[in-house]
């Protein structure tokens, strides 16, 4: 154990209900608002349907490999237990870090996010002009709301686990009756005219939605951070795990067919939030769009709230095995949270606000990417671990694992190539990779670090 750290276990107090909610808010989240716009125009109706069934299939079968190693080490930090178990010291870091890098983009995502959805409701919010960046403007009322929620979030989690649970409790239910009812709406919908078109750009175009899929469904594996603070049978931990990932597939689906036969391409391409003008059409109500985006803003929350719990026992675990410097893994002797890890994601979430709403896509993009690289990680540990250490107490056993594990692998390869220079859904220069480098830049500075650290510490003993 790190020297620096305080040795404060975690409290179990999560319960079934409370660890669906946390897996499912956290994936779902705001994009499905803000972004199915987005997503129509790069692949239409059924290319954007296709993308989300094969990036779900994707996800589903990695959430697999997730939910056997969780149950089997029901510890906080997940990827990183895994990882370092099967691979070693430097793959776990590598995991770890990548991990720890889409969580954070996920937080400043939401900061950014909660005045673009607040905007909508309140058509006058944005004022005192500050500056323009990339064909978005930034007013100090946007920033300080931001900011202002990045402060209340980042409280809520540092005041422990139990209330930020019963807070995601309450905004996942919210969220599913406001879908419901557009879903009825959309349903009793009489479209006149032309819809959306299958589809835009052909191949391109559902690539396009495809690499967003990645960081769009990260969320589940808050689960297996979140292990040690879990009061039910590993069994279950891996049961929930899989069963959320799946409602989180069906959701973006039914959100991109109902708001695709909704609107129109001409609707959509002056649409500030597709999703809450077509609850706004299909009821024709504007009132009813409003509440689309009151969901909405319940989806900037429920994820906002899940990452920034599985962002800080990340944190943690990286702190704990001495890989970045133990302050992060200190835990709060009253409040059973490691707050330093938390007040850090508190604070990146404060800056997000300063770049207006283009920053948006980048940051779901470049989050992408590097969930994809812990995903195959972990498929890896998983593999390997079948076969080294075959015996292993498995509370949870997928069925046909070396087969679920290397298409697991397989696919996470393949994932990660879209990104890269040469595809045609590769990241965007310099921004989304400046992101990417960025943070690898700062990992590897805590990484080599730590082996000097490691080192001096063999020569002094």
Known sequence: MNSEQTPTSFAKTLARREVLTLSFGAMIGWSWVLLTGEWLTRAGSLGTTIAFVVGGIAVILISLTYAELAAAMPQAGGEHVYTHRALGYGASFIASWAIVMAYVNVCVFESAALPTALAYVFPDLAQGYLWTIAGSEVHITMVAVGVGAAVVMTLINFFGIRFAAFVQTVMTVLIVLVGLSFFTGAALFEFTGSGVPLFTKGAVGILGVLVMVPALMVGFDVIPQSAEEIDLPPSQIGKLLVFSVS??????????????????????????????????????????????????????????????????????????????????????????????????????????????????????????????????????????????????????????????????????????????????????????????????LLGAGFYFNSLRQADVKSVTQ
């Open 247 to 440: 409602l989180a597939a069906i959701w973006y689906i039914a959100i991109s067919i109902a708001v695709g036969n909704a609107l129109n391409t001409d609707q959509i391409g002056v649409s500030g939030a597709a999703t809450a003008d077509a609850m706004a059409t299909v009821w024709d109500s504007r009132m009813m769009g409003n509440l689309m985006i009151l969901a909405g803003v319940g989806g900037i929350l429920t994820s906002w709230n899940a990452f920034i719990i599985g962002g800080s026992r990340v944190l943690y675990a990286l702190a704990e095995t001495g890989m970045i410097p133990g302050a992060f893994a200190r835990v709060h002797p009253r409040y059973k949270t490691p707050y330093v890890s938390i007040l850090f994601i508190g604070l990146l979430s404060c800056i997000s606000p300063f770049f207006g709403r283009t920053i948006l896509v980048w940051l779901v993009d470049a989050g992408s990417f590097m969930v994809v690289i812990a995903y195959g990680m972990v498929a890896l540990a998983f593999l390997k671990l079948r076969f080294s250490e075959p015996d292993m107490p498995r509370p949870f056993r997928v069925a046909q694992g070396k087969s679920i594990g290397s298409l697991a692998l397989i696919l996470s390869i393949g994932l990660g190539c879209l990104y890269l220079p040469g595809s045609p859904a590769a990241l965007i220069w310099p921004y989304e990779w400046f992101m990417v480098l960025g943070g690898a």
